[in-house]
């Protein structure tokens, strides 16, 4: 699986990469469709405490991609949201997948 990583008004950090790769990983294991993550980080201006760290996570698998976006209070919950949304998508794919 190939891993590209992309910041928008945010600092790179080796420990969110390391991060979203574990996590990416383990899809990975069970989906082992999935070909490619494209993982954006950006920040956003907001007046709520609990949101501004945004983390969008598009797959790259048979058909077309899947997408999901989580803003969270930090990088780390955003990931991990955006990442369970992703599970439930592939989880619907499969799913097709298996009835034709």
Do not use: W
Request: glycine fraction near 2%.
């Amino acid at each position: 699986m190939k891993f590209i990583f992309e910041y928008d008004n945010v600092e790179q950090s080796n420990r969110l990469e390391a991060y979203a790769k574990e996590k990416l990983a383990n899809l990975h294991k069970k989906y082992s469709f999935v070909t490619r993550a494209d993982v954006f980080f950006k920040t956003e201006n907001t007046s709520n405490d609990n949101k501004g760290m945004i983390c969008n996570i598009r797959l790259s698998v048979p058909g077309p991609r899947l997408f999901a976006e989580a803003s969270k209070e930090n990088f780390t919950s955003s990931i991990s949201e955006s990442v369970n949304e992703l599970e439930k998508q592939l989880r619907k794919k499969k799913e097709k997948m298996l009835t034709y």
